[in-house]
């Protein structure tokens, strides 16, 4: 396929798959001549309504099935009925509710069902005629359990998410007042700080049923310093929140002292926490950032939030220090490039809409997230860059930029396994003057493409060497497509139980999905003159980067392989512990 098709490929899948298809996001007509009443949740089920199906199939009342049933025309079967793993295809009447579960429903022209059903993990086919004299639900995504050997089903143990090792809390309170004492890694390992301690008390007021007052005091110990100051080992943030229903508004305020990555996008902070924790290959940079901000926020419907945020701090240059990993501990970190040092003043402007089903794992919905930001100083204390990428900037008073980012992405689920979803993102200078070193972006690595080493563009000039690999571009815009396909593997069928049942928890083998993406993406450098793009233009097509791959996803831990489609890039290997996006 040409670069450019595929390009125009991914772009357009954010907007024509969700055209084509949002008519399957809340009903699904599976007879077009059957009644308009079976609604299918395209959600992950909730977990009271799995109870619900579990109950309902342990019920001693019930007949319960594990596997394949027909109930043929002119039979009758008393209910409830309840089928798990299989197919229960009516023919003849059952008198009660019926209850499928990680299984099909499949009722023919003369079948009659006299009481609700419901179906978790499974479809419902539904031929014209048939009758159902109850309530219908139907979820698609299969449900947590599993069959014990006495028969019944008990529900599976959720896969914890890497993220959320690591921790413990303490909660206590007294009426209104309630307080949760929380000490965490963090979750951050890096080559700045290590293994970043944080702990402290978090207290709740809530004077009514409409409002909340919250205050969290956090203290982070870095197991690594930075200096020989005390301030070079500990760091902290303090911050108050309030919050208020009927109107959903609230009020944030804070102050912090915290080592936080440079804008340049990579991976989550915990995936790059523990690529360095295993591997020493941090893929953030870092400076210190010590200040103070507040942000106004609402929520006009249920689905949007928009925020106003003021602050200002002190961002200064930190180097790489030598903490340990696991395995490469003899090789040395990747060195952390300086920043513009100096007092920034921020002001943003944010808007976040979110229709997903969910945050984890979603199939279904759309999520936007729209930053515009401006910004000053009047003692920035600049670096001095290669000419090609950014002309010099005065010292002192007057330093002052504007930058966008965005997020958008549509989730589409087109049948009981297979779903699609698209992203388009990107960002970078606005306008004012140029941007300095913590705001600038490169593309390349296991994010947004995969298929192309770690920073490959990162807009550096030619014949500069940079053993920081520092992001230099002033813009990136990159569109990523993935179709996904559920692929359930049962590692207990060839595995002793005690080993499968960790390997699930784990990494959740039985809620696989078979992945293949595309990936497209370019970081430039806007303006006039040679090597830059006008500042209304984006690059042409032929000099974007492509990458196509594909590999198989648990939801924490996912294993792929990409390769590029410009260059002579080898086909690459990568592992990711969530979703892409």
């Avoid at 040092?341 to 402007?349: I, K, Q």
């Amino acid at each position: 396929m040409p670069r450019s098709l595929l390009l125009g490929a991914l772009l357009a899948s954010a907007l024509l798959v969700p055209a084509t298809l949002s008519a399957q996001d809340s009903v699904i007509v599976i007879d077009p001549s059957a009644p308009f009443a079976d609604s299918a949740l395209t959600g992950g089920p909730p977990i009271e309504v799995v109870r619900r199906a579990v109950a309902a199939y342990n019920d001693s009342a019930t007949t319960r099935i594990a596997g394949d049933l027909a109930v043929p025309t002119g039979a009758a079967m008393p209910g409830p009925l309840a089928v798990y793993g299989g197919t229960l295809r009516v023919s003849g009447a059952v008198d009660g509710a019926v209850v499928v579960i990680n299984g099909t429903l499949a009722l023919d022209s003369n079948a009659t069902v006299g009481g609700d059903v419901l179906v978790v993990g499974g479809r419902l086919h539904r031929s014209a005629g048939a009758v159902i004299n109850g309530e219908i639900q139907v979820y698609w995504d299969a449900a947590p359990v599993e069959r014990q050997p006495d028969g019944q089903l008990t529900l599976r143990p959720r896969t914890r998410l890497l993220s959320q090792l690591g921790g413990a809390r303490a909660r206590f309170g007294v009426g209104p007042l309630q307080a949760t004492l929380m000490a965490s890694t963090g979750g951050t390992y890096n080559r700045i700080e290590g293994l970043p301690i944080v702990l402290g008390p978090s207290l709740t007021w809530r004077p009514d049923s409409t409002q909340a007052l919250r205050l969290d005091l956090r203290g982070i110990v870095r197991t690594v310093g930075t200096g020989s100051q005390l301030r070079s080992d500990v760091g902290y943030s303090a911050r108050l929140e309030w919050r208020r229903r009927n109107p959903r508004v609230g009020l944030v305020v804070g102050v912090h002292s915290r080592i936080v990555p440079m804008r340049s996008r990579t991976l989550s902070a915990m995936e790059s926490g523990w690529s360095a924790f295993l591997l020493q290959r941090d893929y953030h940079d870092y400076f210190e950032s010590r200040g103070i901000s507040g942000e106004v926020f609402g929520y006009p419907i249920r689905q949007l939030r928009l925020g106003i945020v003021v602050g200002r701090d002190q961002e200064s240059t930190v180097l790489a220090s030598d903490p340990w990993s696991l395995f490469r501990n003899r090789d040395r970190w990747r060195p952390n490039p300086p920043i513009d040092d100096g007092h920034y003043v921020h002001l943003a402007a944010r808007l976040r809409y979110d229709t997903r089903n969910s945050n984890d794992n979603p199939s279904s919905g759309w999520f936007g997230d729209i930053t515009v930001e401006h910004s000053n100083s009047d003692d920035v204390s600049p670096l001095q860059l290669p000419s090609g990428v950014r002309g010099s900037i005065p010292p002192g008073n007057g330093y002052a930029f504007n930058r966008l980012s965005f997020d958008l992405r549509r989730y589409t689920r087109v049948g009981p396994s297979l779903r699609v979803a698209a992203r388009v993102t990107g960002g970078g200078w606005l306008g004012g003057d140029p941007l300095p070193v913590q705001e600038r972006l490169a593309l390349g690595g296991p994010d947004l493409l995969p298929g192309y080493g770690f920073r490959a563009v990162n807009c550096a000039p030619n014949g500069v060497v940079d053993p920081a690999q520092t992001a230099l571009c002033d813009r990136m815009l990159a569109a990523q497509l993935e179709l996904r396909t559920r692929v359930g593997i049962d590692p207990g069928r060839i595995l002793p139980k005690p080993v499968s049942d960790a390997i699930e928890r784990v990494v959740g083998l039985r809620e696989a999905d078979l992945v293949f993406l595309g990936d497209a993406g370019m970081g430039w450098l806007s303006g006039d003159g040679p090597g830059r793009v006008p500042n209304n233009r984006i690059p042409v097509l032929n000099e974007w980067r492509y990458d196509v791959g594909g590999g198989l996803d648990t939801g924490t831990l996912g294993i792929y392989l990409a390769k590029a489609l410009t260059g002579r890039e080898p086909l690459r290997l990568f592992v990711r512990l969530q979703h892409r996006f």
